[in-house]
Each structure stands twice: as C-alpha cells, then as structure tokens.
C-alpha cells in the first residue's frame, strides 16, 4: 500500500474509532458524503473530555504503528485531527 493509501485509510480509521468510542453508531462511511458549510457533520455529535482523550490517545499509537510516525508528530497531528475533525465536547455539568 502506498503512503497516500495508508494515510487515507488512516483518516478513515480514526473517524470510525472516534465514533466508536464516542458511543455512536456511525462509520465514516456513513458520514462522507453528508458535510454541509453550514452544519458540518462533526458538529451534529458529541463526545465526553474522557472519550475525547481516549480517541486521541488511541490515534497516536495508531500513527505510530501503521504509518511508522514519530511520537512528536503524531502527538501533533492528532491535534491537528482533533481540531479539523473531532466531535463536539460535552460540557460536563458541575451542580
């Protein structure tokens, strides 16, 4: 597999993983061609700070092992995934 087909797999992988352990019954494919300006798809679901966490945690690896990333760099690109891609945090209510 080429490196472009490995990132594009990888793409798919942690959009299925983050639902996942968001608690949502979606894929990327589900979701691939629903993006709208206006009411992008990830903003139409949410996930706990915890799960959130744990998504990112979870993608780092991942980048380390499938696309042989160095820990700084996936550290920063999770970042940069998280930010263009992750789902909307809850707030948690502190009564």
């Known amino acids: 597999m080429r490196r472009e087909e490995k990132k594009e797999q990888a793409t ?3 959009i299925n993983k983050m639902f996942e352990l ?3 019954d979606l894929t990327f494919d589900d979701i691939k061609n629903i993006d709208h300006p206006d009411n992008p798809w990830y903003t139409q679901y949410s ?3 915890e799960q959130n966490k744990a998504w990112r945690d979870w ?3 991942y980048l380390r092992e499938k696309l042989k990333t160095k820990k700084a760099l996936a550290i920063r690109e999770m970042a940069f995934f998280d930010l263009v891609y992750g789902l909307t ?3 948690e209510n502190h009564e």
């Open 12 to 14: 798919k992988d942690l």
């Open 22 to 24: 968001a608690g949502h």
């Open 47 to 49: 996930m706990t700070e």
């Open 59 to 61: 993608g780092i690896q």
């Open 89 to 91: 945090i809850k707030k």
